[in-house]
């Protein structure tokens, strides 16, 4: 038996290092890495998963072409000649923009991006724009900060009260645990804010239970104490930011009377948090995805920085609006030959299904790769009806998927193990290189090996002569030469990105025009309408024209998969989570069926009473696949948010009705 180490390629916060157990070919066990300083010698149950996915039954190892009669095994050969035979005759008759390429990062890895590098050498594609994950938090911290940065976990011993805000650790972020523990054993006071009574919650000092999509609204209410009882900090806001007047007089309106009847939460929680926070110096701040996942999402981002920033909690030790990091942007040679396309166009992933249809040239033939845009798209329903009119579709994945069954074409690919590549994360300060641990099952292949075999039989094989690790070299030059960053060392352990800080800001040189913090900004009035941070009521979380839909409906991330990676349960109706209260008032019971409709559909459930819920809302974990009962995406919404083309998931409001069968 040999121990090897390698890199989880799920691209979540933590990018643990793994020791996988390998014996006459085949991984026996997978666990963590007790040498790396954040995954500590354990891993989450989605990282064992893996290990399961790899020799599971549901995985396919063959390449299937379908016919009317259904899926026929067919050759690697035959798959590329008529997969190259559709792009071909598309391009030829609409251009090359008639090819949909449908990617997102489902499946981390650097190497996985050739993908692209073959669709800008076919020509400029149709590709989706924006992020089904953070895009309105991003550009929020670009309007705020210009860009955004995140500091070390390990900083929160510096905390003297830490803010979770919309983050659930213990499902999304385990390893962020034990720093934690180990900040409040320091004597920090731990906060939860949240719709949810989460499994982070029980470690808190306080909890803190906003109505959802009101987050923008409680950062404004805890601003207007601060500002009103003249707890902020004044040199900072003198050095450091830039707009506070305009800023100042917009959160005078945000009384915590006033915001108390919005966000559901007393005033006086609302009076003692923002204390807490001004007083007891450093605070950080940890966002979620999940709070800017409404229509107003990039608003609310805006008024938690402003929050940070008149409190002086930028740039300092314990500090920080922690959302996500671009320290490994630009930092690795760019593979996906982006400067050879000749044309393309995007769609911003919320507007995909309305727009697909409407298209000029039309879309001909389809790529998926790292996605499951069928069962992961808001509003899935109108996707899959867009997707179905498309003539010709590929995927490119381990499983028969929603996606690869409404697919003409299913190519097999290999998992983390059987492959290398280079995995890296905004979410997370490490680089690490992944080797490949065991041969392919069946006739899997990488997706590097993949596109540049379809290359070969195009005619664009010159450009992609490399092998793997020739390519990761390759990604690799600009570190190796800058910071001695080499495929060696990174053999041996996973190394901090070069650029990585202990402390973000801590230069308190902000890439805004103005230099400075921007809580007025210029460019986010002129792109969205709003100079400063303000609070509008969500889409249709907060809408008064829905009587009909009185519950909010969250989706958030299951604890054993990341979104819907891993094959679901077949025929297991999704639990639909309510409070005990909310049940009796429907007349429902544990384990009873329930229909959960939305304006844009409904979903088949089984209740599950959970007490940490509130009463107004229903809980039903995304990435369950349709084909076995799931799907909630048949009821999120697809319209586009405030700002950065993000996806309102939360922004949901539903009914319950009892399922009478007849």
Known sequence: MAEHRTVCPLNCFDLCSMLVQVEQGRITAVGGDPEHPVTGGFICPKGKAMAERLYSPDRVTSPLFKREGGWERISWEAAYE??????????????????????????????????????????????????????????????????????????????????LWGRDPAVTSLHLLPFLRAAKEKGAELVVVNPVKTKTADLADRYISVRPGTDGALALGLAHVILAERLLDLDFVHNNVHGFAEYATAVKEYSPATVSSITGVDAKEIEDLARLYARRRPGAILFGPGMQRYANGGQSVRAVDALTAVTGNIGV?????????????????????????????????????????????????????????????????????????????????????????????????????????????????????????????????????????????????????????????????????KYGITLERLEEGMLKTPLAQEVAWSDRKFSTPSGKIELFSERALQETGWGTACYAAPRESGSTTLPGYPLYLLTPHPARSLHSQFPSDSENYPPAEILADTAAAYNLREGDLVIVESPRGQLLCRVKLNPRLRDDTVLIEEGQWLKSGGGVNLLTPAFLPDMGAGVPYYDCRCLLRKYLPD
């Open 82 to 163: 008529v997969w190259a035979e559709k792009l071909a005759a598309a391009k030829e008759q609409y251009g090359s923009e008639a090819v949909l390429h449908h990617f997102d990062y489902g499946s981390n890895g650097l190497l996985r991006n050739l993908d692209r590098r073959f669709f800008n050498l076919f020509g400029g594609v149709t590709v989706p724009s924006g992020s089904l994950c953070w895009g309105s938090g991003i550009s929020a911290q670009r309007y705020d900060f210009g860009g955004y940065y995140t500091h070390s976990w390990s900083d929160l011993i510096n905390s003297r009260v830490i803010i």
């Open 317 to 481: 030790a314990g500090g920080g609006a922690n959302y996500a990091h671009q320290y490994n942007k630009g930092l690795f040679k760019d593979i996906t030959a982006a400067d050879k396309a000749a044309g393309g166009r995007s769609i911003p992933f919320p507007l995909m299904g309305r727009l697909m249809p409407q298209l000029d040239p039309p879309l001909k033939v389809a790529v998926v790769t790292r996605s499951n845009p069928v069962c992961q798209h808001p509003d899935s329903g109108s996707f899959a009806r867009a997707f179905h009119l498309i003539d010709f579709k590929v995927t490119i994945d381990f499983c028969l998927n929603d996606t690869a069954e409404a697919s003409d074409l299913f190519l097999p690919c290999t998992t983390i193990f059987e492959e290398e590549d280079l995995l890296s994360s905004s979410w997370s300060e490490y680089l690490g290189y992944a080797p490949k641990l065991v041969e392919p099952q069946g006739e899997a292949k990488p997706d590097p090996v993949i596109f540049s075999e379809l290359a070969a039989v195009m005619g664009l094989g010159d450009y992609f002569t490399n092998s793997s690790r020739q390519w990761i070299e390759e990604a690799l030059e600009p570190v190796r030469e």
